[in-house]
Nanobody, 120 residues
């Protein structure tokens, strides 16, 4: 069974930084695209940043210049460095990954989410 476990969320003041991590575990053969999504109260879940297995990245306009996505393939982990945080970044952040596992299928998996709150 494949699991994605996020960590690193918390309460931070406006202008501060946080680094989120998401580690994949289980009987995994390959991990393709990985990404971070967020959902604020009363809003739809939205993409924040994605990274392919070769390292190509894509960012939402709201994240460009402030957030950096990276991955460590040896650790099956994706990171999101968030700087210059704003109150509007407050949301539950989820990681998502496209994984080829021992089930023989390539499927998208979601983590359980980690809360990020930006407030003074």
């Amino acid at each position: 069974q494949v699991q994605l476990v996020e960590s690193g969320g918390g309460l931070v003041q406006p202008g501060g930084s946080l680094r989120l991590s998401c580690a994949a575990s289980g009987r995994i053969f390959s991990i393709y695209t990985m990404g971070w999504y967020r959902q604020a109260p009363g809003k739809e879940r939205e993409s924040v940043a994605t990274i392919t297995s070769s390292g190509s990245t894509d960012y939402a306009d709201s994240a460009k210049g402030r957030f950096t996505i990276s991955r460590d393939n040896a650790k099956s982990t994706v990171y999101l460095q968030m700087n210059s945080l704003k109150p509007e970044d407050t949301a539950v952040y989820y990681c998502k990954a496209l994984i080829y596992s021992s089930t023989g299928a390539t499927s998208w998996y979601w983590g359980q989410g980690t809360q990020v709150t930006v407030s003074s």
